[in-house]
C-alpha cells in the first residue's frame, strides 16, 4: 500500500478549527482554499485537513484516511481485485480521488 497522505476530519466550521488547531494545538497551517472550505496542517507524518464535507458532513462525521498514489486508476483497479469495495473517480482541478470502504464502513480513499 501506498503511504498514508492526509487525515481529514470533517467540521461545521473549518474557520474555527483552523484557527483552534493552528493556536491551540501548535499545528504548522500550510493551505485554505479560496472558500474557506478545506484546510490543511502539517504535522509531520501525514497531513490533517479540515473538510465542511457538504452532503458528505451529514452522512458521517468519521474521519476520513487518505492513501497517495502514482496512478489512481491503477491502484483502484486492484485494490477491487484484492476485494475492496471502491467507488467511481473523482477529478477536481489537477487531483483525481477515488473512495472506498472497509468492511466496517470506514471510508478511505487514494488520491493523485
Not at 476520513?64 to 481485485?81: P, S
Request: with cysteine; aromatic share 14%; glycine share 8%.
Amino acid at each position: 500500500m501506498n503511504p498514508l497522505y492526509r487525515i481529514i476530519l470533517y467540521a461545521k466550521d473549518v474557520i474555527l478549527l483552523t484557527e483552534y488547531y493552528q493556536t491551540v494545538m501548535g499545528l504548522k497551517h500550510v493551505f485554505m482554499s479560496d472558500d474557506k472550505n478545506w484546510s490543511e496542517f502539517e504535522t509531520g507524518g501525514c497531513r490533517l485537513a479540515l473538510h465542511n464535507g457538504g452532503k458528505e458532513y451529514n452522512k458521517t462525521r468519521m474521519p476520513k484516511i487518505v492513501f497517495y498514489t502514482g496512478n489512481v486508476i491503477k491502484e483502484r483497479d486492484k485494490l477491487i481485485d484484492n476485494g475492496a469495495d471502491m467507488g467511481k473517480i473523482w477529478e477536481f482541478e489537477d487531483i483525481k480521488f477515488c473512495n472506498g470502504t472497509d468492511p466496517e464502513g470506514n471510508i478511505f480513499q487514494i488520491f493523485r
